[in-house]
């Protein structure tokens, strides 16, 4: 499974980064203002920072904008790591540039996918990465993982459909470990859970009792 990063802080991605666990970065528009920076700076600033690919979200609704818009943050990543991953909602419009763009070469992430029906188009499209949104669909009374497991089984039947399964608006650790079960090909996590898959009570515990018992020890390894 790939581990992204869902956020737009780059001195939070530099510090996630330095783990080696993190395969990705994805941003939206709502995240790139949370940050209160330029957003080519940002993706410019993330694309350096991690290899793998930074999802950048087109603003234009219409497939022509969309088209341009792409294009110039794709160009960031020229050059670097030549990873940007354009992303585009699911509509008609995000669709249609979704098949141009895989069809000239460049990684697309279709987001905002609520429905296994949208999923079947994003792939048919060429995505690179489907985005269902659990915790949105949670919030609504819905359970988003049942969409994430609808998704999964569906493109299994289709070996052809190349997209992974990119499980997004994650709010907590148990949304991770069942997205895994699952088998989702990747989760994109906001740092603050992130760093919650790292922890256990039963690990500090057990690493202070270790310590403790080596110090009485008197040793030293090196
Ligand atoms: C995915 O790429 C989105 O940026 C993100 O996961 C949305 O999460 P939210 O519902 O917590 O805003």
């Not at 763009?101 to 996918?113: D, H, P, S, Y």
């Not at 949670?138 to 994430?148: C, H, N, P, W």
């Not at 190349?162 to 090909?185: Q, W, Y």
């Not at 603050?192 to 790292?198: D, E, K, Y």
Request: charged share 20%; proline share 5%; glycine share 8%.
């Amino acid at each position: 499974m790939k581990f992204f990063v869902d956020t737009a802080d780059v001195a939070e991605i530099k510090s996630l980064a330095a783990s080696g666990l993190l395969d990705g970065v994805t941003t939206n528009p709502s995240l790139i203002a949370k940050s209160g920076r330029p957003m080519l700076e940002v993706i410019r600033e993330i694309a350096d920072v991690v290899p793998g690919p930074v999802s950048a979200e087109v603003t234009a609704t219409d497939h022509t904008t969309m088209m341009k818009e792409a294009h110039k943050l794709h160009a960031i990543g020229r050059g670097r790591n030549d990873n940007i991953t354009i992303k585009v909602p699911l509509t008609p419009d995000g669709l249609r540039t979704c098949k141009t763009l895989a069809g000239e070469g460049v990684m697309v992430n279709v987001t905002l996918c609520f429905s296994a029906a949208q999923a079947i188009l994003a792939a048919k499209a060429g995505a690179s990465f489907i985005s269902p949104f659990i915790g949105r669909l949670d919030d609504i009374g819905e359970d988003g993982m049942v969409l994430i497991d609808d998704i999964v089984q569906i493109y299994r039947n289709y070996p052809a459909f190349k997209t992974e399964v990119l499980a997004a608006s994650i709010r907590h650790p148990m949304h991770v470990v069942d997205a895994a079960k699952i088998g989702a090909h990747v989760v994109t996590v906001p740092p603050n859970i992130l760093r919650m898959l790292f922890n256990h009570p039963l690990t500090d515990k057990g690493l202070d009792a270790f310590l403790a018992d080596w110090k009485k020890t008197g040793q030293s390894i090196l």
